[in-house]
């Protein structure tokens, strides 16, 4: 049983160390004064104070953080009508079929989306830039966050509900005061979900941005095809850190959610419920 255990903990270093050793290396070579990622010269911010004085690059983090947050919102509130929509469909056939809809954009390739979106913008005459980029991203973003949500709808108990109707609340005060606080865990991780696919994403959103508008993942290709150079890696580095953070957030969030709940729920008790 400990060889077994041990194989198992070797395999896992060893993948963890496939994943992660070029992301450290990167990080480590944008500290290299050298200005090269052969020799280790010595320790430098240069790189980070060119990319935080770069203001074309600041303007793009800008526009990639304003298209990331705000079409995660939208994107997190259809996904929330569409959820309540799902779990309200009583055929187990049209349930399942709803839900294959919903996770064709997930499985679909990202070059396969990025181009049916360029040639529905085209079509339909919208501009290339932030409209386009911002439809792109709530478009994909819509089924993550419904996968995200759905489940706390499916385990949440039909008699809260009935027991807030008969109470005589109204259908907004059921959907306010008892099933969204429910489902509240689901909603941020879908927001958070959807805002790192956001910031991650580069196929699609290189078919839909246009002249003179540019996100971070569109920025970093292009300067890479221009050559190594350690502004990139600082940069990177910049991103994955933030990346960190999310994923942090989204472990909390997590952490929240699989806390033992009490006889019976808050929203619930506010309804008048007795416990």
């Given at each position: 049983?400990r060889?077994?255990?041990?194989?198992?903990?070797?395999?896992l270093v060893l993948?963890?160390a496939?994943l992660?050793?070029?992301?450290l290396y990167?990080?480590?070579y944008?500290f290299n004064?050298?200005?090269t990622?052969?020799?280790?010269?010595?320790?430098?911010l240069?790189?980070?104070?060119?990319?935080?004085q770069d203001?074309?690059?600041?303007?793009?983090v800008?526009?990639?953080?304003?298209i990331a947050?705000l079409?995660s919102a939208?994107?997190t509130?259809i996904a929330?009508i569409?959820?309540?929509?799902?779990?309200?469909v009583?055929?187990?056939?049209?349930k399942?079929?709803?839900?294959s809809?919903?996770?064709?954009l997930i499985?679909?390739?990202d070059?396969?989306?990025?181009?049916s979106?360029l040639?529905?913008?085209t079509?339909?005459g919208?501009k290339l830039?932030?409209?386009?980029v911002l439809?792109?991203h709530?478009?994909?973003?819509?089924?993550?966050a419904?996968?995200?949500i759905?489940p706390?709808l499916?385990?949440?108990s039909?008699?809260?509900?009935?027991?807030a109707r008969d109470?005589g609340?109204?259908?907004?005060?059921v959907l306010?005061k008892?099933?969204?606080?429910i489902i509240?865990?689901g909603?941020?991780s879908?927001f958070?979900m959807?805002?790192t696919y956001s910031?991650?994403d580069?196929a699609v959103?290189?078919?839909?941005?246009g002249n003179?508008y540019?996100?971070?993942?569109v920025?970093i290709?292009?300067?890479?095809?221009q050559?190594v150079?350690l502004?990139i890696?600082?940069l990177?580095?910049?991103?994955?850190?933030?990346?960190?953070l999310?994923?942090?957030g989204?472990?909390f969030?997590n952490?929240r959610?699989?806390?033992?709940a009490?006889p019976?729920?808050?929203?619930?008790?506010?309804?008048?419920?007795p416990?």
């Amino acid at each position: 049983m400990r060889n077994k255990n041990g194989l198992a903990n070797l395999y896992l270093v060893l993948v963890f160390a496939v994943l992660y050793a070029p992301i450290l290396y990167l990080m480590y070579y944008s500290f290299n004064s050298g200005g090269t990622m052969h020799k280790f010269e010595g320790f430098t911010l240069d790189y980070y104070r060119e990319v935080l004085q770069d203001t074309r690059l600041m303007i793009i983090v800008i526009n990639t953080l304003v298209i990331a947050l705000l079409s995660s919102a939208i994107a997190t509130l259809i996904a929330i009508i569409g959820a309540l929509a799902i779990q309200r469909v009583r055929s187990r056939r049209a349930k399942n079929t709803l839900l294959s809809l919903n996770n064709v954009l997930i499985v679909s390739p990202d070059v396969i989306i990025g181009a049916s979106f360029l040639i529905l913008f085209t079509i339909v005459g919208i501009k290339l830039g932030f409209t386009s980029v911002l439809l792109s991203h709530v478009a994909f973003s819509v089924p993550i966050a419904v996968l995200m949500i759905l489940p706390h709808l499916q385990e949440m108990s039909p008699t809260l509900t009935d027991a807030a109707r008969d109470l005589g609340a109204s259908r907004r005060d059921v959907l306010t005061k008892v099933v969204l606080p429910i489902i509240k865990p689901g909603i941020f991780s879908g927001f958070f979900m959807a805002l790192t696919y956001s910031l991650d994403d580069f196929a699609v959103t290189f078919f839909v941005t246009g002249n003179g508008y540019s996100t971070l993942s569109v920025e970093i290709y292009s300067r890479a095809r221009q050559g190594v150079s350690l502004s990139i890696n600082a940069l990177s580095t910049l991103i994955f850190l933030f990346t960190i953070l999310l994923v942090i957030g989204y472990y909390f969030l997590n952490r929240r959610k699989n806390r033992p709940a009490g006889p019976l729920s808050e929203p619930a008790a506010e309804m008048g419920v007795p416990r």
